[in-house]
């Protein structure tokens, strides 16, 4: 897994809610974003700036966060973002420290490789699932999964159970299905005729 560069500087809290309210509205309208970390020892509430976080945020793939918070670093992922309702503007973000002993739960996305049987019978290759749950240690968790479908035929499907990647619990349903080869009208026709 990549791994991203971030700074924050640490927040105070108010102990009102209403001055909580003006204060975290002020940081919003100041281009800084609230955000905690926690996993660790004590909860540290900090902030970033928005233009820090956009590489990070709005992309499909997965970093372990290099957090950098008043000279003192560790090592985070990101755990939850908060958007708002009507803009899409980030309101806030949990980050959870992570360490190399204790596993975490990451979704990680999923990439389709090969050209599938049923494709080749004129079916439709579809990806039901665009990430997958896994529990590792963090620097266990690859970038992508890499699932083959050199072996899908037509009207079939390939569920969660069926998959395993080295060092890597899977936590989704077993049921649940990641792709499928679909019938297509053409060869549905082609069946028909044959």
Do not use: W
């Amino acid at each position: 897994m990549k791994t991203f560069q971030l700074e924050g500087k640490t927040r105070e809290i108010a102990p009102r809610s209403a001055d909580q309210k003006r204060v975290l509205k002020a940081m919003r309208k100041n281009n800084e974003i609230p955000a905690v970390l926690y996993g660790g020892e004590q909860l540290i509430h900090f902030t970033v700036t928005k233009d820090a976080v956009r590489k990070l945020i709005y992309t499909p793939e997965i970093f372990a966060v290099e957090l950098t918070i008043d000279g003192k670093t560790t090592m985070a992922i990101v755990k939850d973002i908060q958007f708002h309702p009507v803009t899409d503007a980030i309101l806030h973000i949990d980050f959870l420290e992570v360490s190399k002993e204790k596993p975490v739960v990451m979704e990680v996305p999923i990439v389709l490789e090969g050209h599938a049987e049923g494709v080749k019978a004129g079916g439709k290759l579809t990806l039901q699932m665009r990430k997958l749950k896994v529990k590792a240690t963090y620097d266990q968790i690859p970038e992508q999964l890499v699932i083959n479908v050199d072996n899908l035929g037509l009207g079939k499907t390939m569920q969660v159970g069926a998959l395993h990647f080295e060092g890597l619990e899977l936590m989704n349903a077993k049921n649940a299905v990641v792709c499928a080869v679909q019938l297509t009208r053409a060869a549905r026709g082609a069946q028909a005729k044959a």
